[in-house]
């Protein structure tokens, strides 16, 4: 049984573009109808589904009572009911917090790394990049030869000022996986609930890529602007970050087929919670970290307009 003490649906109807209306026969006050019932199909022109505009279930004329999420995914399947709850109700039922599945027991983690060897230093100036400048500003370390992060590049997911997680990629290609995080249990809080560089996001509008490098490339010198979801694969959690904080999302993933389909099904859900959201398509056949520096600076200047 949901424990939510009330459910904002005249908010969520408006958002969700749901078309109800407040006066009608004997409707009590503080209740909406919605035009016809989901559940039983009735419709005649008439408002049949009652919904309490702070209440926490629904009631048909013809069918009967509904609950709380009977309704919301009747209404709005395509949106995961925990992030509904999370924006429109009072009170979220223990079962959304436990499905964040956060693990805020420390405020950051031990980060305790040498600074980038000759090997690693090697291994991304080939790939264009400056070590120097990636020790400086993103804090990038060297895992050295011992240890579960050995033989690769350390990159430091901060969020708040804190080292929350991190990422290792590896810079012998005899090393695999190519990309390792740190064990959720063991991060104050799970990288994939958060984005790369997101301190460094200023303003209503940010630019969304797949890696670290990426972003780092299309951030440019002043490192603002460009988060990284880590992946395409995205959590509901990040959704939800991204509508609270910004206004516009612009995502630039990878050329691959399987990459534009993920980012945009991103862009759907994010404008569903009323976000301006749009892939980019870069027209490009390699990914943006493999691009040079100008190519990025042009880019995000057309991007951010």
């Known amino acids: 049984m949901d424990k939510v003490e009330y459910f904002n649906f005249l908010k969520y109807a408006d958002d969700y573009g749901i078309e109800y209306t407040t006066h009608a026969g004997n409707l009590s006050k503080g209740w909406l109808l919605a035009m016809d019932c989901v559940f039983c199909g009735h419709h005649n022109g008439k408002h049949h589904l009652g919904i309490p505009n702070e209440g926490n279930r629904s009631f048909c004329w013809s069918c009967g009572s509904h609950s709380l999420y009977e309704t919301l995914k009747a209404l709005t399947p395509s949106v995961n009911y925990y992030t509904l709850l999370e924006t429109y109700s009072g009170w979220i039922d223990d079962r959304a917090l436990l499905k964040k599945k956060k693990v805020p027991h420390v405020e950051s983690v031990p980060f305790e790394f040498d600074a980038l060897g000759k090997v690693a230093r090697k ?7 400056d070590p120097s400048f990636l020790e400086e500003k993103y804090k990038m370390r060297d895992g050295g030869q011992i240890g579960d992060f050995r033989y690769r590049v350390v990159v430091p997911i901060i969020y708040e ?9 590896s810079y012998n290609s005899m090393v695999e996986p190519k990309y390792r995080f740190l064990p959720e249990e063991k991060c104050a809080m799970n990288p994939k609930h958060i984005f790369f560089n997101l301190d460094n996001a200023r303003g209503d509008h940010v630019i969304i890529t797949e890696g670290v490098f990426d972003s780092i490339k299309l951030a440019g010198e002043d490192c603002k602007n460009v988060i990284a979801s880590l992946g395409i694969s995205t959590t509901e959690e990040q959704v939800t970050l ?14 691959e087929k399987t990459a ?7 862009a759907v859900k994010l404008s569903a919670l009323g976000v301006e959201a749009c892939v980019i398509d870069t027209e490009r056949d390699y990914d943006l970290g493999d691009s040079s520096w100008e190519e990025c600076k042009t880019l995000k200047e057309e991007i951010l307009g």
């Open 123 to 129: 291994y991304l100036e080939k790939r264009g990049f």
């Open 161 to 169: 000022g804190a080292v929350v997680a991190y990422q290792g990629r």
């Open 242 to 255: 991204l509508s609270k904080r910004f206004k516009k999302v612009s995502m630039c993933y990878d050329p």
């Open 260 to 266: 534009r389909v993920r980012a945009r099904k991103m």
